[in-house]
C-alpha cells in the first residue's frame, strides 16, 4: 500500500444540527459513489419522464446498499441496511410489480415471507440491521 501514487478525496461538509438531519450518509455516497449517466445508442427516440427510479424507500434512513441479479438467475438481490439507529416499518417502491419476495440470508436461501402490495414491499428494520430481499416479478 505505501508504493506508487495514490490518489483521494477529501471532503467537508458543513451542516446545521444533527448528522442525521443534514444527510450525511447520501451526501457520502453522493461524494464517494456518484451516479454516472450512460448514453445508450439506438435507443428508441422520445422524450424521458423528468423522474424515474427502479427503486425507492420511503425512509431516509435506510440506504439501499445494491441491486444485483440473484446467483441463481431467480430474480432481484436487494441488500439495504438502516443507518441512523431507529427502527419501523420500511417500504420498497418499485417501478415494476413484484410477483413475491421474501428476506433471504447471505446465500440467498429464503428465511422469511414479505408483504407486497401492487409495487411496494413492506418489512420492519430494526436500528443499524442489515436486510437482503430476494425480489421476483
Given at each position: ?24 450518509v ?61 427502527r ?9 410489480p ?7 440470508d447471505?446465500f ?30
Amino acid at each position: 500500500a505505501d508504493r506508487g501514487a495514490h490518489h483521494f478525496t477529501y471532503s467537508l461538509y458543513p451542516h446545521p444540527g444533527d448528522w442525521r438531519a443534514a444527510g450525511v450518509v447520501r451526501e457520502a455516497y453522493a461524494l464517494n459513489a456518484p451516479l454516472h449517466v450512460a448514453r445508450r445508442d439506438g435507443a428508441a427516440a422520445g422524450a424521458l419522464p423528468a423522474r424515474w427510479s427502479f427503486l425507492e424507500t420511503d425512509a431516509d434512513h435506510v440506504v439501499v446498499e445494491t441491486v444485483k441479479a440473484a446467483d441463481d438467475g431467480d430474480g432481484l438481490i436487494v441488500r439495504l441496511y438502516e443507518a441512523h439507529n431507529q427502527r419501523g416499518p420500511v417500504t420498497l417502491r418499485f417501478a415494476l410489480p413484484p410477483k413475491r419476495a421474501a428476506l433471504v440470508d447471505l446465500f440467498e436461501q429464503e428465511i422469511g415471507a414479505v408483504d407486497v402490495s401492487g409495487n411496494e414491499v413492506t418489512f420492519p428494520i430494526r436500528p443499524f440491521e442489515i436486510k437482503t430481499l430476494r425480489v421476483r416479478f
